[in-house]
T-cell receptor, first 115, second 111 residues
């Protein structure tokens, strides 16, 4: 158990809908990362937050947004869902400090299925 | 060319074999190199990391980085069925805090 929690575990929804994925980082971790994992694209970095502020953006679609709250939990919002958004969504957290290397601890993931 | 290329396998070996997993990368600015292991239906977990070129050994696992050829390797000695998982290489440190993951190699160790 990495100490990172994600809810829900599974989500099934329809095209055009909006969903929110939730992540609680390890106690004391300030950084939260979101990743999307699909069979054809592998693990793709979406976005990073550090202590409530956006730090880095990766391959995140405009239909997707995220935020990190004062209690450091984070939410990833996915809107106008398409079939291609079906994937595993992982959250990871890392220790305080912004050194170039910080081990990222991954949560168990949320499996999103868009029908 | 993708930033990180990794043969997806699957790779199937008998128990006790030596396994070699490899990645190539294109960004010469990468400074540190991670290997993550992901069991089925689980999140990735850090297995090993190395900084710059060279070797690092941890038990049955050895990570090797050759920055001149932009080549990363993970060797597993005396492989066990419990090593069956997907192995993802993830270089990082190219001016940001993010990691760039390879697609992963699925390994099966047959008893």
């Amino acid at each position: 158990d990495s100490g990172v929690t994600q809810t829900p575990k599974h989500l099934i929804t329809a095209t055009g809908q909006r969903v929110t994925l939730r992540c609680s980082p390890r106690s004391g971790d300030l950084s939260v990362y979101w990743y999307q994992q699909s069979l054809d694209q592998g693990l793709q970095f979406l976005i990073q937050y550090y202590n409530g502020e956006e730090r880095a953006k990766g391959n995140i679609l405009e239909r997707f947004s995220a935020q990190q709250f004062p209690d450091l939990h984070s939410e990833l919002n996915l809107s106008s869902l398409e079939l291609g958004d079906s994937a595993l969504y992982f959250c990871a957290s890392s220790a305080p400090g912004l050194s170039s290397y910080n081990e990222q601890f991954f949560g168990p993931g949320t499996r999103l299925t868009v029908l | 060319q993708k930033e990180v290329e990794q043969d997806p396998g699957p790779l199937s070996v008998p128990e006790g074999a030596i396994v070699s997993l490899n990645c190539t990368y294109s960004n010469s600015a990468f400074q540190y190199f991670m290997w993550y292991r992901q069991y089925s239906r689980k999140g990735p977990e850090l297995l090993m990391y190395t900084y710059s070129s060279g070797n690092k050994e941890d038990g049955r696992f050895t990570a090797q980085v050759d920055k001149s050829s932009k080549y990363i390797s993970l060797f597993i000695r005396d492989s066990q069925p419990s090593d069956s998982a997907t192995y993802l290489c993830a270089p990082g440190g190219a001016g940001s805090y993010q990691l760039t993951f390879g697609k992963g190699t699925k390994l099966s160790v047959i008893p």
